[in-house]
C-alpha cells in the first residue's frame, strides 16, 4: 500500500509504503532480531517505508546544504515516528521507529546491529535502485533528492494505515492552521 502527501510546510512530496514483512526478503532481520531489536520477541508484521522528497539532491554535490537538509527532514520524520509510535502504543501495538542517521531503534533497546535501510530498500522495493557502496538511493521519480526513512510495527497493514492516515491528517490540519495563523497575525 503506498500513499503520496504534500508537505505543507516545503510543497514537496512524501510517500508512505507499507508492506508486510517477508521473512524471505528478510532474513537477516529475523536472523539477527535479538542484535537489532533485543525487546522484540518476534519480527515485525509490516515495514513502513517513508520518502520525503528534499529540495536538493542528496549527492555530495554540497555538503553544508545537504547536511541542513538532512536534519530538517529527519525532524519531520522524529515528529511523524514519535507521533506513530505513540498511537500504535494506545493501541497495543507495539512499534519501532529506526533513526536513519545511526540505523538504531529510537524506542527500543539498542542493539548490538544497525539497520542498513538502503538494504532494506534493494530487498523489498524493486523501484528504488541502490547507489553503489549501499550509500544512497535513487527514487524512481525525484532521482537523488529523496531521504528514506523506515518504521515497524506489529499490526497489519490494515491497522498500519489506519494509524498513519490519522497522523498525515492531523499534522496536515496543524500545518494549515499555522500557515492561516502566521498569514493572518499583525506585528
Not at 518476534?42 to 536534519?71: A, H, M, R, V, W
Not at 524512481?140 to 533528492?145: E, F, M, N, S
Request: net charge positive; proline share 5%; hydrophobic share 35%.
Amino acid at each position: 500500500m503506498k500513499k503520496t502527501f504534500i508537505d505543507e510546510d516545503t510543497k514537496l512530496n512524501y510517500e508512505i509504503e507499507i508492506k508486510n514483512f517477508n521473512s524471505a526478503k528478510n532474513e537477516y532481520i529475523v536472523k539477527h532480531l535479538k542484535e537489532l531489536l533485543p525487546d522484540w520477541l518476534t519480527y515485525p508484521q509490516t515495514i513502513i517505508f517513508l520518502f520525503f522528497q528534499c529540495k536538493y539532491p542528496l549527492n555530495g554535490s554540497n555538503l553544508p546544504q545537504e547536511q541542513l537538509e538532512k536534519d530538517r527532514l529527519l525532524l519531520k520524520f522524529n515528529q511523524l515516528g514519535k507521533e506513530f509510535y505513540y498511537q500504535s502504543k494506545k493501541q497495543g501495538i507495539l512499534s519501532e521507529i529506526i533513526c536513519p542517521k545511526s540505523g538504531f531503534p529510537q524506542y527500543s533497546t539498542q542493539g548490538t546491529q544497525i539497520f542498513s535501510i538502503p538494504h532494506l530498500l534493494d530487498r523489498n522495493l524493486s523501484s528504488f535502485q541502490v547507489k553503489s557502496g549501499q550509500c544512497g538511493i535513487i527514487h524512481p521519480l525525484w532521482g537523488q533528492a529523496v531521504y528514506p526513512c523506515i518504521m515497524f510495527s506489529m499490526g497489519n497493514i490494515t491497522e498500519t494505515n489506519q494509524i498513519l492516515s490519522k497522523i498525515v491528517s492531523i499534522m496536515s490540519l496543524n500545518a494549515l492552521f499555522f500557515h492561516f495563523f502566521h498569514r493572518n497575525q499583525v506585528y
